[in-house]
């Protein structure tokens, strides 16, 4: 990684001037990331909305989530790379400029296809103005000052955990205000003049930023890995659902998937800068601790899709009583993981907390599949509720013991490939999920499949998945070395972790 120096950007801004850049940058990254949340409780009216058919409208849900995911996943790594190319600013405004066009093709999407598109598009400006917003602030605020301007963007991925679901609920429940109606479709327009308004602001205050050494972009791997991804999960959503999985329809996207899946590997290997160096993986505490952040992704997503689709179908709830119903999911894992974070810094460990984690994760999947159509909504959130504490006991676990055993040269990497592994595994958790459930349902008749007992019975494979890959990670964690946390240079790391160059 390059370490040209660079005369520092905040001399060349006044306080006020970047009270309202950070602003600006607060207020895209919000949009960005409550729409997401907005989105997955959603779901299930606009499939309906769009599909119309009640027997697989439970089963694509997750593609609204996957499609999204795995795009903002092959960016994210890139987008720090990209802006030390081209600036900070072009890049910010074509990233925003992104996610304003996906939500206007998403805003007037008449069919699912299109929806998928168009969140596919969302992805893209989505995983780049993440890192680049972060990228901006590395350029305009000094280390020392760095901590409490973070500490705003932290605030804003919590605020939108948890008030995402609500939002959702209310959109789903319709009506208007001043005789516009509130639907989906709305949730879409409503991001158009907000980053429209980013966009503005960033492109006539935002100093131009310095370009330095030109890093190698692996741009093939990242098409290879996308692209692989893809094809598996397209195979996996359409077998025994659209088409048999003997068909070309399911064995071509599969078989091809695997073989670009297989592809990546092989570049990674000779990648001068690749996405995923793969001699990483032989390291256990790097294999073993991602393995159990691609569960922990695809467990934490597949819940928070199918889980609303659960309450609503099985218990007919309102979307927003459902959306209402997953803020212990989210709360839980929210709040569990920042006193997770402070607490291992005090203690000076990592691995107690995912082997505590670990088996209240278990306990709530297990607890899940005691649901009945019957069941008290209020069962069902305390269920949820331990969800969300185990798998927050859990989360920054992972990247922070990946770190704690990297060399200084692989710490950005590391947490790269860390955060790679969560986010793939929540794309991948929504569509396995949504084949389980698919599968269960349409191995019913219409009728018995539309009553409140199969949805439950549907999702009795869900919850013990659930359960099952929480036992693979207590299992599994216990051959990781339970060895004490190293200072980190925290600093280095959060720039290094973005593909930014230092200043």
């Not at 120096?5 to 001037?17: F, Y």
């Not at 694509?60 to 994210?76: E, K």
């Not at 917003?133 to 605020?141: G, I, K, N, Q």
């Not at 692996?218 to 195979?235: C, R």
Request: zero cysteines.
């Amino acid at each position: 990684m390059s370490t040209t120096a660079a005369p520092p950007l905040t001399r060349r801004v006044s306080r006020g001037r970047l009270i309202v850049i950070f602003l600006a940058l607060l207020i895209g990254m919000f949009v960005s990331a409550i729409d997401q949340m907005v989105v997955t409780t959603l779901a299930l009216s606009i499939v309906r909305d769009l599909d119309g058919a009640a027997s697989t409208a439970a089963g694509q849900t997750g593609w609204l989530v996957t499609a999204y995911l795995l795009t903002s996943t092959a960016v994210m790594p890139l987008a720090g790379k990209i802006s030390d190319l081209y600036g900070r600013k072009l890049t910010y405004i074509a990233a925003m400029s992104l996610f304003v066009l996906g939500s206007l093709i998403a805003a007037l999407s008449a069919n699912m296809p299109i929806l998928i598109l168009a969140r596919g598009v969302q992805g893209v400006g989505s995983g780049a103005l993440v890192s680049v917003t972060f990228a901006v602030l590395a350029d305009l605020v000094s280390p020392r000052e760095r901590g409490k301007y973070q500490g705003g963007f932290g605030a804003v991925f919590a605020s939108s955990s948890l008030l995402g679901p609500v939002v959702g609920g209310v959109f789903a429940g319709g009506g208007s205000v001043f005789g516009i109606a509130f639907d989906w479709h709305a949730v879409f327009a409503l991001n158009i003049p907000i980053g429209v308004l980013a966009i503005i602001v960033n492109a006539v205050l935002l100093p131009p930023s310095f370009r330095r050494e030109r890093p190698k972009l692996d741009a093939i791997g990242a098409l290879l890995m996308v692209a692989g991804v893809s094809g598996v999960l397209l195979a996996a959503q359409w077998g025994g659902q659209s088409y048999p999985w003997a068909s070309w329809q399911v064995l071509l996207p599969g078989l091809g998937g695997l073989a670009l899946v297989a592809a990546f590997v092989l570049w990674e290997r000779r990648a001068t800068e690749p996405i995923l160096p793969i001699r990483l993986f032989h390291e256990r505490t790097f294999s073993i601790l991602n393995l159990g952040s691609l569960l922990l992704g695809m467990v934490f997503s597949g819940l928070l899709i199918y889980l609303t689709v659960f309450v609503q179908l099985a218990q007919h709830i309102s979307p927003t009583e459902a959306g209402l119903s997953m803020l212990p999911l989210t709360l839980g894992m929210v709040g569990t993981s920042v006193l997770t974070g402070m607490m291992a810094s005090r203690l000076g460990r990592f691995r107690i907390f995912i082997l505590l984690g670990a088996p209240l994760l278990a306990t709530g999947g297990a607890l899940l599949t005691t649901l009945t159509p019957d069941s008290s909504i209020w069962m069902v959130r305390v269920f949820a509720l331990v969800v969300g504490v185990g798998a927050g006991l859990m989360q920054q676990m992972f990247i922070l013991g990946t770190q704690n055993a990297a060399t200084d040269d692989d710490l950005g990497v590391v947490t790269v490939s860390s955060t790679f592994f969560r986010t793939l595994g929540g794309a991948v958790g929504g569509s396995l999920f949504g084949v389980l459930l698919t599968l269960r349902l349409s191995s019913l008749d219409a009728i018995d499949a539309a009553s409140p007992s199969a949805y439950v019975s549907a999702m009795t494979p869900v919850f013990v998945t659930v359960a099952a890959f929480a036992v693979v990670i207590f299992v599994t964690t216990l051959f990781v070395p339970d060895t004490k946390l190293r200072d980190l240079d925290e600093d280095r790391l959060a720039l290094a972790e973005l593909g930014v160059t230092e200043a």
